[in-house]
């Protein structure tokens, strides 16, 4: 009854006219049905709510907000933080597409290897279609916050389950993510970066050093 409530409570908002088409009522904010079938498919315990505080951080160092088991498994919601000029190294997802919304402070982003930088202030939307290889990094010295929105399931899989680079080849065969590591590093030279993002030291000068 309370979870009843707090949702009628939600949707009281929703103008009357949408409401209607769905067979609900502007004063009750849904009708009986609509609100059984609602309460119904969200079977997994997930909240209605989810607080500031609240999350699940990865393996993969990205705090899932939203779990798609949430949302019939159509699509996650994460957040993610990059340190001053650190990169995301390029890679390309074969099973969703994804949005980046930036929250504090700017990402640059390349698709496809053409050169070309995009500039994202915070408040910017960044689209990234499944099968185009992208890469995105901090330019600056501050640290990034930004939001990941992933369609599916894949991608909050990969971060979940990948623990270091020994994992990586066996997740991209699972999960469709496949990373270009050299190209990465062709990226931090000719951007003036100083790491990727979760590549430990030893590693990261082993790429460099094949520049």
């Not at 999350?55 to 160092?61: F, H, I, P, S």
Request: hydrophobic content about 40%; glycine content about 10%.
């Amino acid at each position: 009854m309370k979870r009843r409530k707090l949702l009628q409570l939600a949707m009281a908002s929703i103008p009357g006219s949408y409401l209607a088409a769905c067979g609900a009522s502007s004063n009750t904010g849904l009708s009986d049905t609509a609100l059984s079938d609602i309460l119904a498919g969200d079977n997994d315990g997930q909240p209605l709510l989810v607080l500031p505080s609240e999350g699940e951080m990865t393996t993969g160092e990205m705090l899932i907000k939203v779990p798609s088991s949430s949302m019939a498994g159509h699509f996650s919601i994460m957040h993610g933080e990059l340190d001053g000029l650190q990169l995301l190294p390029p890679h390309t997802h074969e099973f969703e597409d994804q949005a980046v919304y930036v929250l504090e402070g700017e990402l640059a982003f390349e698709f496809a290897g053409n050169g070309e930088v995009i500039a994202a202030p915070a408040g910017s939307y960044v689209i990234k279609p499944r099968n185009v290889q992208h890469a995105f990094w901090n330019p600056g010295s501050e640290k990034v916050r930004y939001v990941e929105f992933s369609t599916e399931s894949g991608f909050e899989g990969y971060v979940r389950d990948v623990e270091g680079a020994d994992s990586v080849p066996q997740l991209e065969l699972d999960y469709g993510v496949i990373h270009n590591m050299f190209y990465a590093g062709e990226l931090v030279k000719t951007h003036g970066l100083t790491s990727i993002h979760r590549v430990p030291q030893a590693d990261f000068d082993l790429i460099m050093g094949m520049i």
